[in-house]
């Protein structure tokens, strides 16, 4: 016998009683919303992108607060999925089951290769310290915040324009972040966010690089540090706390001491400029 038709489908519009249809499969795969997103399956997403990261999916949850990541992530061609409805964190665990091969990254939990600038990595070691630029940089950081369970990391980020990338960027590793997470969820606390996190560094930013030279300079006062090293460990203060409020906010304290260093540093700054 003959082949049944497909029963039409309608739905009714939030517009008052008009009544659609409702597209068809393959008017859907185009269809663009007024942000200019599209909608895809995984399959296509993992199909499109298996030159440059093949079973790799970065996502977003939060287009506000990760903007600085989803950006980072665009400006080199890479494709974020915007997974920010409550059901599609706890989908992708199933996914993660489905699809044994694929890995899904957030995209504030680490940095790909692709985003590396793996030329400027390769540096010459300064003969007067023995270090390179990175190490003396990280040094620098880790006795300006001494937080040892900060674990403190320094690369070149990739772009054309390096002003535009951030100096710094906090991350919070996948499953680091699923775990504390899920222990919230079960314990039905707020979700705090761990001291132990990884604090990237971009060299490549010109504020790291002129905090690297500053740091080195001035002369010692019989008090300690030289103006200029002590003007370059608040500014590495200030450099960690911006990073930090993108993935978290500040409580009173918090907030009480950002304000202050912000108001040393412009203070600073004005004072040599005089």
């Known amino acids: 016998g003959e082949k049944e038709a497909t029963p039409a489908v309608e739905v009714q519009t939030e517009e008052g009683d008009v009544w659609q249809e409702v597209k068809s499969e393959s ?11 599209s909608y895809t399956t995984l399959k296509e ?40 409805s409550f059901i599609d964190t706890h989908f992708i665990s199933f996914l993660e089951r489905e699809y044994s091969d694929v890995k899904f990254c957030r995209v504030d939990s680490e940095i790909d290769d692709e ?14 310290t023995q ?20 674990n403190i990391k320094t690369q070149a980020l ?58 080195q300079g001035g002369i010692i006062q019989s008090g300690g540090e030289s103006p200029s090293a002590e003007l370059a460990m608040t500014v590495c203060h200030h450099v960690y706390d911006l990073a930090l409020m ?3 906010g500040f409580d009173a304290e918090g907030m009480k001491d950002f304000v202050e260093r912000s108001n040393q ?7 040599r400029a005089i």
């Open 45 to 84: 997403y993992l199909e499109r992108n298996k030159e440059r990261h093949e079973n790799r999916v970065f996502y977003c949850t939060d287009s506000v607060s990760q903007a600085t990541y989803v950006e980072l992530h665009k400006s080199q061609g890479l494709e974020v999925l915007f997974m920010d």
């Open 27 to 37: 008017d859907s795969k185009n269809y663009v919303d007024a942000k200019g997103y």
């Open 265 to 271: 540093v412009l203070t600073k700054l004005t004072e």
């Open 158 to 215: 990739k772009s054309d324009d390096p002003v535009g990338t951030p100096p710094a960027m906090v991350l919070l590793p996948e499953a680091m972040r699923r775990l504390r997470d899920m222990t919230a969820l079960l314990q039905q606390e707020k979700m705090e966010f761990p001291e132990e996190h990884v604090l990237l560094v971009n060299t490549a930013h010109p504020l790291i690089q002129n905090l690297a030279s500053l740091g």
């Open 246 to 248: 993108a993935q978290k």
């Open 115 to 128: 985003l590396i600038d793996k030329e400027k990595d390769s540096e010459i070691v300064d003969p007067n």
């Open 131 to 150: 270090k390179t630029r990175s190490e003396q940089i990280k040094e620098l950081f880790e006795k300006a915040l001494n937080k040892p369970k900060v």
